[in-house]
């Protein structure tokens, strides 16, 4: 399977580059196994979409400010990214520049103080800063909020507020999770009363989330670590949800991509949901089922993208494919602010193993 049969055309103009005046005035393209018909509903029809007892699954990872602008010693200017925070005020990034730092050189900060270079491992450098408090609470003054790079302007006062979800609460993401944009207050509540629960899972997402994949083969592809955390309530409420009959409907990649990793195998072939906190690889595409989730909403991907991989081993490659092609026509809004799918696995008439590397 190749990168390139994950290429589609998608209109510039479709890319979504401003959030909508109101968050759940977002349309959702229902996608149910084939050959059943796609609906073009709105974000708001989600309730009569789902079922009492059904559990709707977010991650609540906040987003930093993470961008930060310096200058080196010798008067080059830098682009920082901070990519995951470490303990003692250190800090996993990226960095653009024009000549790459050496380890012993500082940066000196356009917001104030001192990013010091550690070290350097592969494309992201071990940073420590010399600022005025700690690093996370002086990001929040001093940092610059990192809006996706197919978005042509730079943040403004709104974004603060838009890319960021309402139930955001554990510090630590560099990027949103884009499908729980959609969600606010009202659709929440209108949720509640159709008798949908909720849970939540944590998992960081990294800078890596927007690197191309350079591997022309996808079975080449070794995916960027993030950090997640599985709980022990959240597990506890999928059993519960499982053994009354309700359905587990991830809000995300993000949120399958933890679940996944927290999916363990017995003895007797069957895999099942563990709690779990630590390092995450997987990389999901078609030949892997995915079993921790009953439906999924996600935003539209980029074309050759690993979230476009993901998806089209949930609901099948030609699935997504036609899904993508309508949306396209009917011209949805795409990516971190754009429009959502409501996508229901493939049926599978027979066993499928493989396609997906390992936690």
Do not use: C
Request: charged share 25%.
């Amino acid at each position: 399977m190749k990168k390139s049969d994950f290429h589609f055309d998608l209109p510039p103009e479709l890319i979504a580059q401003a959030p909508l005046a109101e968050r759940s005035a977002s349309r959702l393209l229902v996608v149910p196994p084939a050959p059943a018909a796609l609906e073009d509903r709105a974000i708001r029809d989600l309730p009569a979409l789902l079922q009492a007892g059904d559990l709707l699954i977010f991650n609540d990872t906040r987003v930093i400010p993470a961008r930060l602008f310096g200058q080196k010693a010798t008067g080059g200017r830098v682009e920082i990214l901070i990519e995951r925070l470490l303990p003692g005020n250190e800090a996993r990034a990226q960095i653009g520049a024009s000549k790459s730092p050496k380890p012993g050189g500082r940066i000196a900060l356009d917001a104030g103080g001192e990013a010091e270079v550690l070290g350097r491992d592969g494309e992201f450098y071990h940073l420590r800063f010399h600022v005025e408090d700690s690093l996370e609470s002086w990001l929040l003054h001093a940092g610059r909020l990192p809006l996706p790079p197919y978005i042509q302007r730079e943040p403004g006062r709104d974004d603060l507020e838009r890319y960021q979800t309402v139930f955001a609460k554990e510090v630590g993401a560099v990027a949103a999770p884009t499908a729980g944009l959609h969600f606010d207050e009202g659709l929440l509540q209108a949720l509640r009363d159709r008798g949908v629960e909720f849970g939540h899972v944590t998992l960081h997402v990294g800078a890596g989330t927007f690197q191309p994949m350079r591997a022309d083969d996808v079975r080449d592809h070794r995916m960027h670590s993030e950090w997640l955390n599985v709980g022990a309530e959240l597990v506890a409420q999928v059993r519960r949800t499982r053994e009354r009959g309700g359905r587990v409907v991830a809000v995300g990649t993000t949120v399958v991509r933890a679940l996944e990793s927290a999916m363990r195998t017995h003895d007797d072939g069957r895999r099942e949901l563990h709690p779990f906190a630590g390092e995450t690889q997987i990389f999901i595409f078609p030949g892997y089922r995915i079993e921790s989730v009953d439906a999924l909403v996600t935003n539209f991907h980029l074309p050759e993208s690993t979230l476009l991989m993901m998806v089209s081993a949930f609901s099948g490659y030609d699935r997504i494919f036609e899904a993508y092609r309508h949306a396209v026509e009917q011209r949805y809004r795409f990516f971190s602010y754009g429009d959502a799918m409501l996508l229901w696995p493939q049926r599978y008439d027979a066993d499928t193993t493989g396609g997906a590397h390992a936690p």
